[in-house]
Protein backbone atom coordinates (compact mmCIF):
# COMPACT_ATOMS: atom_id res chain seq x y z
CA UNK A 1 0.00 0.00 0.00
CA UNK A 2 1.33 3.47 -0.68
CA UNK A 3 1.47 5.81 1.77
CA UNK A 4 -0.80 9.06 1.46
CA UNK A 5 0.83 12.23 0.35
CA UNK A 6 2.64 14.28 2.17
CA UNK A 7 1.66 18.33 2.87
CA UNK A 8 4.40 19.81 0.13
CA UNK A 9 3.68 23.25 1.56
CA UNK A 10 5.31 22.66 4.70
CA UNK A 11 7.89 25.35 5.46
CA UNK A 12 10.62 25.09 7.52
CA UNK A 13 10.41 26.86 11.17
CA UNK A 14 12.79 30.19 10.39
CA UNK A 15 10.78 31.05 7.06
CA UNK A 16 7.38 30.74 8.91
CA UNK A 17 8.57 33.03 11.92
CA UNK A 18 10.03 35.20 9.19
CA UNK A 19 6.25 35.28 7.49
CA UNK A 20 4.88 35.84 10.85
CA UNK A 21 7.02 38.59 11.92
CA UNK A 22 5.67 40.77 8.54
CA UNK A 23 1.95 39.42 9.04
CA UNK A 24 2.32 40.52 12.50
CA UNK A 25 3.70 44.17 11.79
CA UNK A 26 0.84 44.77 9.16
CA UNK A 27 -1.71 43.22 11.91
CA UNK A 28 -0.87 45.30 14.38
CA UNK A 29 -0.75 48.51 12.38
CA UNK A 30 -4.06 48.05 10.87
CA UNK A 31 -5.72 47.19 14.20
CA UNK A 32 -4.46 50.05 15.66
CA UNK A 33 -4.19 52.46 13.12
CA UNK A 34 -7.90 52.18 12.12
CA UNK A 35 -8.86 51.86 15.97
CA UNK A 36 -7.54 55.68 16.56
CA UNK A 37 -9.36 56.71 13.17
CA UNK A 38 -12.82 55.01 14.55
CA UNK A 39 -12.35 56.89 18.14
CA UNK A 40 -11.43 60.23 16.41
CA UNK A 41 -14.61 60.25 14.21
CA UNK A 42 -17.00 58.84 16.76
CA UNK A 43 -15.55 61.21 20.18
CA UNK A 44 -15.10 64.20 18.69
CA UNK A 45 -18.25 65.93 16.92
CA UNK A 46 -16.34 68.24 14.58
CA UNK A 47 -15.24 65.05 12.74
CA UNK A 48 -18.78 63.62 11.37
CA UNK A 49 -18.59 65.36 8.07
CA UNK A 50 -19.95 63.22 5.05
CA UNK A 51 -16.16 62.67 4.06
CA UNK A 52 -15.09 61.46 7.28
CA UNK A 53 -18.33 59.15 7.33
CA UNK A 54 -16.87 57.49 4.63
CA UNK A 55 -13.43 57.49 6.26
CA UNK A 56 -15.23 55.94 9.60
CA UNK A 57 -16.66 53.19 7.12
CA UNK A 58 -12.96 52.13 5.81
CA UNK A 59 -11.16 52.46 9.01
CA UNK A 60 -14.08 49.94 10.19
CA UNK A 61 -13.68 47.29 6.83
CA UNK A 62 -10.02 47.64 6.90
CA UNK A 63 -9.77 46.88 10.77
CA UNK A 64 -12.60 44.01 10.04
CA UNK A 65 -10.19 42.61 7.28
CA UNK A 66 -7.22 42.91 9.40
CA UNK A 67 -9.19 41.06 12.88
CA UNK A 68 -10.49 37.91 10.51
CA UNK A 69 -8.80 37.56 7.85
CA UNK A 70 -4.61 38.44 7.79
CA UNK A 71 -4.00 35.89 10.69
CA UNK A 72 -5.38 33.34 9.71
CA UNK A 73 -4.91 33.86 5.68
CA UNK A 74 -1.23 33.40 6.83
CA UNK A 75 -1.50 30.08 9.10
CA UNK A 76 -3.25 28.47 6.38
CA UNK A 77 -1.24 29.89 3.63
CA UNK A 78 1.75 29.44 5.88
CA UNK A 79 0.98 25.58 7.00
CA UNK A 80 -0.85 24.17 3.91
CA UNK A 81 -3.77 23.23 6.63
CA UNK A 82 -7.50 24.57 8.03
CA UNK A 83 -7.37 24.14 11.64
CA UNK A 84 -10.73 26.24 12.33
CA UNK A 85 -13.70 23.90 11.15
CA UNK A 86 -16.97 24.11 8.96
CA UNK A 87 -18.71 27.45 9.79
CA UNK A 88 -15.28 29.37 10.13
CA UNK A 89 -14.42 28.16 6.66
CA UNK A 90 -17.56 29.63 5.14
CA UNK A 91 -17.31 32.98 7.22
CA UNK A 92 -13.94 33.37 6.31
CA UNK A 93 -14.78 33.16 2.88
CA UNK A 94 -17.31 35.34 2.71
CA UNK A 95 -17.02 38.19 5.42
CA UNK A 96 -13.30 39.04 5.45
CA UNK A 97 -13.59 38.92 1.32
CA UNK A 98 -17.34 41.49 1.47
CA UNK A 99 -15.14 43.73 4.35
CA UNK A 100 -12.01 43.98 1.35
CA UNK A 101 -14.38 44.99 -1.25
CA UNK A 102 -16.49 47.43 0.79
CA UNK A 103 -13.44 49.23 1.39
CA UNK A 104 -12.33 49.60 -1.86
CA UNK A 105 -15.43 50.89 -2.88
CA UNK A 106 -15.29 53.16 -0.04
CA UNK A 107 -12.24 54.87 -1.28
CA UNK A 108 -14.15 55.47 -4.35
CA UNK A 109 -16.89 56.77 -2.77
CA UNK A 110 -14.49 59.41 -1.18
CA UNK A 111 -12.77 60.11 -4.36
CA UNK A 112 -15.90 61.17 -5.60
CA UNK A 113 -16.93 63.19 -2.71
CA UNK A 114 -13.94 65.21 -2.69
CA UNK A 115 -14.20 65.35 -6.68
CA UNK A 116 -17.70 67.05 -5.69
CA UNK A 117 -16.60 69.07 -2.65
CA UNK A 118 -13.21 70.77 -4.92
CA UNK A 119 -14.54 70.88 -7.58
CA UNK A 120 -18.44 71.90 -7.55
CA UNK A 121 -18.36 73.09 -3.83
CA UNK A 122 -21.00 75.48 -4.13
CA UNK A 123 -23.45 72.38 -4.95
CA UNK A 124 -25.28 70.97 -2.14
CA UNK A 125 -23.42 67.58 -0.31
CA UNK A 126 -24.75 64.36 1.06
CA UNK A 127 -27.29 64.48 3.74
CA UNK A 128 -26.25 62.06 6.76
CA UNK A 129 -29.20 59.73 5.47
CA UNK A 130 -28.07 59.71 1.96
CA UNK A 131 -24.51 59.01 3.52
CA UNK A 132 -26.01 55.83 5.04
CA UNK A 133 -27.85 54.74 2.29
CA UNK A 134 -24.30 55.33 -0.41
CA UNK A 135 -22.80 52.92 2.72
CA UNK A 136 -25.28 50.46 3.19
CA UNK A 137 -25.34 50.33 -1.06
CA UNK A 138 -21.76 49.79 -0.57
CA UNK A 139 -21.81 46.44 1.56
CA UNK A 140 -24.75 45.68 -0.22
CA UNK A 141 -22.44 45.59 -3.47
CA UNK A 142 -20.11 44.07 -1.27
CA UNK A 143 -21.92 41.11 -0.12
CA UNK A 144 -23.26 40.32 -3.68
CA UNK A 145 -20.00 39.80 -5.14
CA UNK A 146 -18.29 37.73 -1.85
CA UNK A 147 -21.73 35.52 -1.83
CA UNK A 148 -20.62 32.64 -4.15
CA UNK A 149 -17.12 32.07 -2.37
CA UNK A 150 -19.37 32.02 1.33
CA UNK A 151 -22.20 29.74 -0.39
CA UNK A 152 -19.93 27.39 -2.16
CA UNK A 153 -16.90 26.95 0.82
CA UNK A 154 -16.38 23.45 1.83
CA UNK A 155 -13.80 21.47 3.31
CA UNK A 156 -12.61 18.08 2.84
CA UNK A 157 -10.42 16.28 4.88
CA UNK A 158 -7.53 14.37 3.38
CA UNK A 159 -5.70 11.95 5.22
CA UNK A 160 -2.80 14.33 6.42
CA UNK A 161 -4.47 17.73 6.75
CA UNK A 162 -7.62 19.23 6.35
CA UNK A 163 -8.60 21.73 3.14
CA UNK A 164 -10.71 24.71 3.10
CA UNK A 165 -11.85 25.81 -0.67
CA UNK A 166 -14.71 27.02 -2.84
CA UNK A 167 -16.14 24.01 -4.65
CA UNK A 168 -17.27 25.84 -7.46
CA UNK A 169 -20.20 23.04 -9.60
CA UNK A 170 -17.42 23.81 -12.53
CA UNK A 171 -14.11 24.12 -11.21
CA UNK A 172 -12.71 24.09 -14.60
CA UNK A 173 -14.19 27.15 -15.34
CA UNK A 174 -16.05 29.07 -12.39
CA UNK A 175 -12.91 30.01 -10.16
CA UNK A 176 -11.57 31.84 -13.48
CA UNK A 177 -14.16 33.30 -14.54
CA UNK A 178 -15.31 34.70 -11.04
CA UNK A 179 -11.60 36.47 -10.60
CA UNK A 180 -12.09 38.14 -14.27
CA UNK A 181 -15.40 39.54 -13.11
CA UNK A 182 -14.03 40.66 -9.21
CA UNK A 183 -10.96 41.54 -11.18
CA UNK A 184 -12.91 44.44 -13.12
CA UNK A 185 -15.38 45.41 -10.48
CA UNK A 186 -13.43 45.92 -7.60
CA UNK A 187 -9.77 46.90 -9.02
CA UNK A 188 -10.21 48.23 -12.88
CA UNK A 189 -13.53 50.32 -12.19
CA UNK A 190 -12.63 52.02 -8.77
CA UNK A 191 -8.96 52.40 -10.39
CA UNK A 192 -10.36 54.32 -13.40
CA UNK A 193 -12.61 56.21 -11.15
CA UNK A 194 -9.85 57.30 -8.54
CA UNK A 195 -7.34 57.92 -11.33
CA UNK A 196 -9.92 60.30 -13.46
CA UNK A 197 -11.32 61.92 -10.08
CA UNK A 198 -7.82 62.87 -8.92
CA UNK A 199 -6.39 64.08 -12.00
CA UNK A 200 -9.11 66.38 -12.33
CA UNK A 201 -8.23 67.69 -8.92
CA UNK A 202 -4.95 67.83 -9.43
CA UNK A 203 -5.35 69.50 -12.51
CA UNK A 204 -7.31 72.24 -11.17
CA UNK A 205 -6.07 72.37 -7.65
CA UNK A 206 -2.30 72.59 -9.20
CA UNK A 207 -3.13 74.65 -12.41
CA UNK A 208 -5.64 76.88 -11.37
CA UNK A 209 -7.61 79.35 -8.90
CA UNK A 210 -9.47 77.25 -6.17
CA UNK A 211 -13.27 77.31 -6.99
CA UNK A 212 -14.85 79.41 -4.11
CA UNK A 213 -11.55 80.84 -2.97
CA UNK A 214 -11.38 84.61 -1.44
CA UNK A 215 -8.55 83.89 0.74
CA UNK A 216 -5.26 86.58 0.12
CA UNK A 217 -3.18 84.28 1.66
CA UNK A 218 -2.71 82.97 -1.74
CA UNK A 219 0.91 81.12 -1.13
CA UNK A 220 -0.64 79.24 1.58
CA UNK A 221 -3.08 78.03 -0.45
CA UNK A 222 -0.64 76.63 -3.12
CA UNK A 223 1.31 74.88 -0.60
CA UNK A 224 -1.37 73.32 0.92
CA UNK A 225 -3.02 72.31 -2.65
CA UNK A 226 0.17 71.19 -3.84
CA UNK A 227 0.53 68.98 -0.10
CA UNK A 228 -3.32 67.39 -0.53
CA UNK A 229 -2.00 66.89 -5.01
CA UNK A 230 0.89 64.65 -3.79
CA UNK A 231 -1.07 63.02 -1.29
CA UNK A 232 -3.74 61.51 -3.73
CA UNK A 233 -1.45 60.65 -6.52
CA UNK A 234 -0.20 58.59 -3.42
CA UNK A 235 -3.34 57.10 -2.83
CA UNK A 236 -4.29 56.32 -6.23
CA UNK A 237 -0.72 54.50 -6.77
CA UNK A 238 -0.13 53.06 -3.60
CA UNK A 239 -3.85 51.00 -4.17
CA UNK A 240 -2.92 50.07 -8.04
CA UNK A 241 0.71 48.79 -7.01
CA UNK A 242 -0.48 47.21 -3.97
CA UNK A 243 -3.57 45.00 -5.62
CA UNK A 244 -2.14 44.01 -8.92
CA UNK A 245 0.09 41.39 -7.68
CA UNK A 246 -2.70 39.99 -6.19
CA UNK A 247 -5.50 39.78 -9.21
CA UNK A 248 -2.55 39.06 -11.96
CA UNK A 249 -1.87 35.89 -9.40
CA UNK A 250 -5.33 34.42 -9.62
CA UNK A 251 -5.53 35.46 -13.10
CA UNK A 252 -1.82 33.27 -13.44
CA UNK A 253 -2.55 30.40 -11.59
CA UNK A 254 -6.32 30.25 -13.02
CA UNK A 255 -4.91 29.89 -17.12
CA UNK A 256 -2.23 27.61 -15.53
CA UNK A 257 -3.70 25.28 -12.92
CA UNK A 258 -0.39 23.29 -12.63
CA UNK A 259 0.84 26.63 -10.85
CA UNK A 260 -0.98 25.78 -7.92
CA UNK A 261 1.13 21.94 -7.23
CA UNK A 262 4.60 24.31 -7.41
CA UNK A 263 5.99 24.25 -4.04
CA UNK A 264 7.45 27.87 -4.50
CA UNK A 265 3.79 28.99 -5.49
CA UNK A 266 3.00 29.70 -1.38
CA UNK A 267 6.03 31.83 -1.05
CA UNK A 268 4.77 34.12 -3.94
CA UNK A 269 0.72 33.69 -2.70
CA UNK A 270 2.01 35.05 0.96
CA UNK A 271 3.93 37.78 -1.07
CA UNK A 272 1.00 39.37 -2.72
CA UNK A 273 -1.71 38.48 0.26
CA UNK A 274 0.91 40.76 2.25
CA UNK A 275 1.86 43.70 0.01
CA UNK A 276 -2.45 43.77 -0.64
CA UNK A 277 -3.12 44.19 3.40
CA UNK A 278 -1.16 47.31 3.77
CA UNK A 279 -3.19 49.43 5.04
CA UNK A 280 -2.69 53.03 3.19
CA UNK A 281 -4.69 56.33 2.95
CA UNK A 282 -7.44 56.98 5.99
CA UNK A 283 -4.72 57.50 8.39
CA UNK A 284 -3.06 60.13 6.40
CA UNK A 285 -6.12 62.45 7.37
CA UNK A 286 -6.36 62.63 11.10
CA UNK A 287 -2.68 63.57 12.35
CA UNK A 288 -4.03 65.58 15.11
CA UNK A 289 -5.85 62.63 16.38
CA UNK A 290 -3.00 60.51 16.36
CA UNK A 291 -0.55 63.24 18.01
CA UNK A 292 -3.07 62.99 20.80
CA UNK A 293 -3.14 59.55 21.41
CA UNK A 294 0.40 58.80 21.04
CA UNK A 295 1.48 62.13 22.88
CA UNK A 296 3.49 60.32 25.37
CA UNK A 297 6.06 59.78 22.67
CA UNK A 298 8.77 62.02 23.49
CA UNK A 299 9.08 63.23 19.70
CA UNK A 300 5.43 63.87 19.70
CA UNK A 301 4.27 67.47 20.54
CA UNK A 302 0.67 68.09 20.70
CA UNK A 303 -0.12 72.22 19.58
CA UNK A 304 -3.18 74.43 20.55
CA UNK A 305 -3.86 74.14 16.93
CA UNK A 306 -4.49 69.96 17.15
CA UNK A 307 -6.82 70.38 20.43
CA UNK A 308 -8.65 72.77 18.19
CA UNK A 309 -8.72 71.28 15.23
CA UNK A 310 -10.60 68.68 17.30
CA UNK A 311 -12.83 70.48 19.81
CA UNK A 312 -16.39 70.37 19.42
CA UNK A 313 -16.91 74.14 19.17
CA UNK A 314 -17.63 77.22 16.74
CA UNK A 315 -14.01 78.67 15.68
CA UNK A 316 -13.29 82.38 17.08
CA UNK A 317 -14.67 84.89 14.76
CA UNK A 318 -10.92 86.27 13.35
CA UNK A 319 -10.33 83.18 12.02
CA UNK A 320 -13.59 82.46 10.19
CA UNK A 321 -12.32 83.03 7.14
CA UNK A 322 -9.43 81.78 6.96
CA UNK A 323 -10.73 78.25 7.96
CA UNK A 324 -13.87 78.03 5.73
CA UNK A 325 -11.44 79.05 2.77
CA UNK A 326 -9.52 76.00 3.34
CA UNK A 327 -12.30 73.67 3.63
CA UNK A 328 -12.57 74.20 -0.49
CA UNK A 329 -9.23 73.02 -0.40
CA UNK A 330 -9.80 69.23 1.26
CA UNK A 331 -13.21 68.82 3.46
CA UNK A 332 -11.66 66.13 4.87
CA UNK A 333 -8.59 68.01 6.72
CA UNK A 334 -10.69 70.55 8.36
CA UNK A 335 -13.79 70.07 9.18
CA UNK A 336 -16.15 72.85 9.20
CA UNK A 337 -19.14 74.11 10.88
CA UNK A 338 -21.48 75.50 7.72
CA UNK A 339 -23.08 77.54 10.01
CA UNK A 340 -20.29 78.82 10.54
CA UNK A 341 -18.95 79.33 7.33
CA UNK A 342 -22.14 80.83 6.46
CA UNK A 343 -23.00 83.21 9.22
CA UNK A 344 -19.03 84.35 8.47
CA UNK A 345 -19.43 84.83 5.42
CA UNK A 346 -22.48 86.99 5.70
CA UNK A 347 -21.22 89.30 8.31
CA UNK A 348 -17.96 89.80 6.05
CA UNK A 349 -20.40 90.96 3.05
CA UNK A 350 -22.09 92.77 5.49
CA UNK A 351 -19.18 95.24 6.68
CA UNK A 352 -17.95 95.19 3.13
CA UNK A 353 -21.26 96.97 2.18
CA UNK A 354 -21.22 99.01 4.71
CA UNK A 355 -17.94 100.37 3.96
CA UNK A 356 -18.37 101.23 0.68
CA UNK A 357 -21.75 103.36 1.89
CA UNK A 358 -19.33 105.14 4.55
CA UNK A 359 -16.92 105.37 1.39
CA UNK A 360 -19.57 106.70 -1.40
Not at 75 to 101: K, M
Not at 273 to 281: D, H, R, S
Amino acid sequence: NRSPPANQFVQPAWRVALWALAYCAVLGVALLGNAVVIWIILAHKRMRTVTNCFLLNLAVCDASTAAFNTLVNFIYAAHGEWYFGALYCTFHNLFPVTAVFASIYTMTAIALDRYMAIIHPLKPRLSAKATLAVIATIWSLAVILAFPLGYFSTIRALPRRTLCYVAWPRMADDPFMYHIIVTVLVYVVPLLVMAITYSIIGVTLWGGEIPGDTSDNYHGQLRAKRKIVKMMMVVVVTFALCWLPYHVYFMVTGLNKGLSKWKSIQQIYLAVLWLAMITFGSLLKFRAGFKRVFRWCPFIRVTSYDELELQNRRRRPGRQSSMCTLSHVDTSILSKDKSVCSHGNTRRSKSKTQADHKGG
